[in-house]
């Protein structure tokens, strides 16, 4: 039992942890992997609270003195944005739990993944689908395809954020992968992207909530939709509904667990993260939503659906067909250039 570990402080499994995370079909999930058997482990209840990106809510908490949030479900970028500025607590990677051979955890994490604010716990991937009913005869199978209104007609669901369709805008015109990044950093690049969306302008319905591309895939609001793809999955194997991925040129990144700064139960938050990252919990959520975990011993885990009973790992970002036409997200590029991005974004949504 966790709490005989935490028997030292005081009043332990009485508090209630309050974790910003996403909804829908993924909190689901995490309730089944982490948050559950974290309370019946511990008796501290999990309570959640809606969160869509960004720092401005977690720095608003730290400034007023009083934050509510004890742990948050973060990208990566936006870790590095608020670990830089002081907002979240520092993790000892030290403490989380070793590897199922008891490797220690810092070669058992993926590269990358621990960071000096937080952990990361999963790998997902912003990919495209589309209603396979919508194209009965050939089907979509690349990024660019989004931008091919001759050979695929119909309305395109996009993430109202320049994040990764400048990236498919790119490749669509077939810069290289490894490229991508270099050539967003120059006016050209830019240029060139946003003349790829004007070809689509007049067909886009835009999105905030996650849960909204497949819900207008399925509806046949629209054709090709980006989304995340254990959206996408739970939608298509859960649900049966009519929605195929495509996975050339996802675009990648981690979710990674962070504290803010005066969280009113920081040592319980700790343990919570040494819980959710251990490789049984990692996997346990790989098993019923496809993101990929962020340990190897939890990959040697994972095989089975949750819930059809199916081969999961097809379904996974880190699947090796997938994982080899993916775009690894820079996030330290964005969280460099975000201002100037969503600017411009902005500006051309206006035009």
């Known amino acids: 039992m966790l709490c005989w570990l935490l028997a030292a402080l005081p009043a332990c499994g009485a508090d209630e942890l309050t974790i910003a995370t996403w909804g829908g079909a993924y909190e689901a999930s995490q309730r089944a992997a982490y948050f559950s058997p974290f309370q019946d482990d511990t008796g501290t209840m999990i309570d959640t609270a809606t969160y869509r990106g960004g720092i401005d809510d977690i720095r608003d908490q730290v400034e007023r003195g009083a934050v509510e949030w004890d742990l948050v479900d973060l990208v990566m970028a936006d870790h590095d ?12 990677h ?25 952990v990361a716990h999963s790998v997902y991937a912003t990919v495209l689908g589309f209603n396979v009913r919508a194209y009965p005869g050939r089907k979509p ?38 490229d991508i990044y270099q050539l967003l950093s120059t006016e050209r690049g830019l240029t060139l992207a946003f003349r790829r969306l004007e070809r689509i302008r007049d067909v886009i319905t835009w999105w905030e909530d ?5 819900r207008l895939l399925a509806s046949g609001e629209v054709a090709l939709a980006s989304g995340y793809n254990g ?7 859960n649900r049966g509904l009519p929605i195929q991925t495509i996975w050339e040129s996802q675009v990648y990144e981690y979710s990674v667990w962070g504290i803010p700064q005066g969280s009113p139960h920081v040592e319980h938050a700790r343990e919570f993260i040494r819980f959710a990252t251990a490789p049984r919990q990692l996997a346990a959520l790989s098993s019923r939503i496809s993101y990929g975990p962020s340990r190897l011993s939890a990959n040697a885990l994972l095989w089975q659906h949750a819930g059809s009973g199916q081969d999961i790992r097809p379904h996974l970002p880190t699947y090796a067909p997938n994982f080899a036409r993916g775009i690894p997200r820079d996030h330290e590029w964005y969280a460099q250039t975000r201002p100037r991005l969503e600017a411009r974004f902005e500006a051309w949504l206006a035009e």
């Open 94 to 118: 030290d403490r989380l739990a070793p590897g199922t051979d008891g490797v220690p955890p810092t070669e058992d994490f993926l590269p990358g993944t621990l960071v000096r604010c937080g």
């Open 141 to 178: 199978s690349r990024a660019a395809d989004l931008f091919d209104l001759q050979r695929f007609p119909g309305r395109r669901a996009l993430q109202k954020s320049p994040a990764v369709v400048l990236e498919w805008a790119l490749r669509s015109y077939g810069v290289p992968r490894a």
């Open 81 to 92: 944005a608020a670990c830089e500025a002081g907002l979240l607590e520092t993790i000892d």
């Open 231 to 237: 959206r996408f999955f739970d939608a298509a194997v």
């Open 210 to 214: 996650p849960e909204e591309p497949a």
